[in-house]
């Protein structure tokens, strides 16, 4: 079985849905060389960025897909300047997740006049319908907003809908960290009794959040809980109160 075959019944498993537009573009007999593809993601400071690293270059191994990784750093002039990089090169499709809307529209567009697919994975390139007008092939995300009203309700419900809490964002100009934040009001807005006393973005920054977070624990001693947007984030233990 060659390797669109092999995707192709994959799509029909289910397992590899949202990769169907590009799939339907490669070509129909198997190619002298290996597919060359260029990822990005926000930064592989992040645990979720470097598992994703890993299993998309795992894929690329069965698959016969030679991936050239470029790592955001968490830093969007860094990201900028890779994309532009990644613009002036040869592949056969890119997939990046940026890591703010709006960031990486000319080099994108760069890509897809020439015909390159680009597949924008986790957080919007541009806003709609921009994003259908500059050619993007495919948009993958998971739902943010249900996904956060889920976590959310969970820590209401151990609060018995009472008491303190506290928002950490990711980065502010992330969709997905917007939808998150949305998920996170939505469910709050129900219960008057819950007071929000901190509400600021962390930038997926452990450093950072761990600063936040330091100063929270002292100024409210008696915080019922926190909503943190990334693994991370919430992992990071301000050293005085790491045994809470």
Do not use: C
Not at 81 to 105: C, H, K, R, Y
Not at 126 to 138: D, S
Not at 155 to 164: I, P
């Amino acid at each position: 079985m060659d390797r669109r075959t092999f995707l192709k019944h994959a799509v029909a498993a289910g397992g590899l849905a949202p990769f169907a537009p590009l799939i339907a573009k490669l070509p129909a007999q198997e190619p002298e060389r290996p597919l060359r593809a260029a990822m990005m993601n926000d930064g592989l400071v992040v645990s979720w960025g470097a598992q994703g690293r890993q299993a998309a270059e795992q894929m690329g191994r069965w698959l016969g897909v030679e991936i050239v990784w470029f790592d955001g750093n968490l830093d969007l002039n860094q990201q900028r300047s890779n994309m532009a990089e990644i613009a002036q090169g040869n592949w056969d499709f890119v997939a990046v997740q940026p890591g703010s809307i709006g960031t990486l529209v000319d080099s994108t567009e760069q890509l897809t006049r020439r015909g390159v697919p680009v597949v924008d994975m986790d957080t919007l390139i541009a806003p709609f319908p921009l994003l259908q007008e500059i050619g993007i092939l495919t948009f993958i995300t998971p739902d943010n907003v249900v996904m956060a009203e889920s976590v959310v309700q969970t820590l209401v419900d151990k609060m018995g809908g009472a008491g303190k809490i506290a928002h950490t964002w990711g980065r502010q100009g992330h969709t997905g960290a917007q939808g998150r934040a949305q998920g996170f009001y939505n469910v709050i807005s129900r219960y008057p009794d819950i007071e929000v006393v901190d509400d600021q973005p962390g930038d997926w920054n452990v450093s950072l959040t761990t600063d936040i977070w330091e100063t929270l624990l002292n100024r409210h001693p008696d915080l019922r809980a926190g909503f943190l947007h990334n693994d991370d984030m919430a992992l990071a233990r301000p050293a005085d109160h790491a045994g809470n």
